[in-house]
């Protein structure tokens, strides 16, 4: 556990821009002071002597299948919910959770416990309401009403362009969208149509530049696994450039091979590093195939893959752009205050991170849940 007042020594600190060495005041969950030297006494403070180790805001996921994906394999292929444990040993301080392919029996309302769980223990939690549906699978019976009743939603789900999508034609997607955009606007969330992306680029892109020529602004559509297939690829970085956001899963599935590849091909594109963002589809379900093909079992996918596309970009680009697409972008991006960043009035989550930019430390509003490479809080369930 983690006194109430934390001061971080000289830290090498990346805001996720990079300030250099840094003392870092830490009280009430919350980031109170970011100076070069700091003189604070206070009964009862910790104090972690980074030793010139990077620290930068936890990440942010917004795609975690916390209830557990999968399914598509019969009875026995659902897979396991998340644990804590998971998103302390990922350094994933912050996440949006998400249902699949499954609107049978993954209820939203199971969701929305399994968020507010995972709060109480310790992250920030909100999430997607639906699945691949549509019509979407809602609690209260509407898309507008579950962003604009449960603070926790930001927004809807959906599948596109994908053999198990309900193939929404444009006009039902454009109504979506109007429905998300009038919840956001008397709620304050923006609201956001979040689109699983299957291989099939017309039916997705054309829908949605549709919308924004029927007035309904790109910010309001975020397709996500947009490198799995090069045509989906294409079009969502033109959709990018065009004013949009576009997200790239870490978990696999990448055309080019990694995340952090596809990352790179979308910049040289022209695509701006705030519109783009990575996510894990982590908890959902990995087949593996033998060399026939044939599957032969399945595996649960990590999220600490998010953390993996962080250091891949790092080597090319160094860390400072490599934090931005899991700190400040996704949290511009959602519209979450006081995420994302080591700044002063901001929540106190923060990684440290080794010379070779792994976990050492890991606090979820300055509560310390990694120490020394090892968790050591679990949530109510874990050994």
């Known amino acids: 556990m983690t006194s109430p007042v934390l001061l971080v020594r000289n830290a090498d600190v990346y805001a996720p821009e990079h300030l250099g060495q840094r003392d870092i005041l830490i009280a009430g969950g ?40 999968g399914g598509e394999g019969g009875w026995a292929s659902r897979c396991p919910e998340m644990n804590f444990s998971a998103l302390a040993g990922a350094g994933v301080t912050t996440f949006v959770g998400v249902s699949g392919t499954d609107s049978m029996s993954r209820s939203i309302e199971n969701l929305l416990a399994k968020v507010r769980g995972l709060t109480v223990e310790g992250a920030s939690g909100w999430m997607w309401t639906s699945n691949y549906a549509f019509p979407p699978t809602t609690i209260t019976g509407s898309a507008k009403m579950d962003i604009f009743t449960i603070p ?39 609201g956001f149509l979040h689109i699983h992306c299957g291989n099939f680029a017309a039916d997705i892109f054309d829908a949605l530049e549709y919308a924004v020529r029927r007035g309904i602004p790109a910010k309001h559509s975020r397709p996500t696994h947009v490198a799995r297939h090069p045509e989906v690829f ?112 901001c929540d106190a989550d923060l ?3 080794n010379d070779a930019l792994a976990l050492d430390e890991v606090f979820m509003k300055g509560r310390g849940v990694m120490r020394e490479g090892k968790v050591v809080v679990k949530g109510a369930f874990e050994e």
């Open 351 to 353: 990684i440290v991170l």
């Open 152 to 190: 926790e939603c930001l927004g809807v789900k959906i599948a596109m362009g994908d053999h198990r999508a309900s193939f929404p034609t444009p006009d039902e997607v454009l109504r979506l969208l109007s429905e998300i955009r009038i919840a956001g606007m008397l709620t304050g969330k923006t």
């Open 234 to 345: 294409e079009r969502a970085c033109a959709f990018a450039k065009a004013g949009g956001f576009i997200d790239i899963t870490t978990g696999g599935g990448c055309y080019q091979g990694s995340a952090a590849k596809a990352f790179l091909d979308a910049l040289e594109k022209g695509v701006p590093v705030e519109h783009l963002t990575f996510s894990s589809d982590g908890q959902g379900s990995m087949p593996r195939f033998n060399d026939a093909g044939e599957m032969v079992g399945f595996g649960v996918g990590s999220i600490k893959c998010d953390l993996e596309a962080v250091q891949a970009v790092a080597a090319e680009l160094g860390l400072e752009t490599a934090l931005k697409p899991m700190t400040t972008s996704i949290a511009d991006a959602l519209g979450l205050p006081g995420k994302g960043r080591v700044a002063v009035g």
């Open 30 to 69: 919350k980031i109170v002071a970011v100076e070069e030297k700091l003189d604070v006494s206070v009964p009862g403070m910790e104090t972690l002597d980074a030793a010139g180790r990077r620290v930068a805001p936890g990440l942010i996921d917004q795609h975690i299948h916390v209830t557990g994906g």
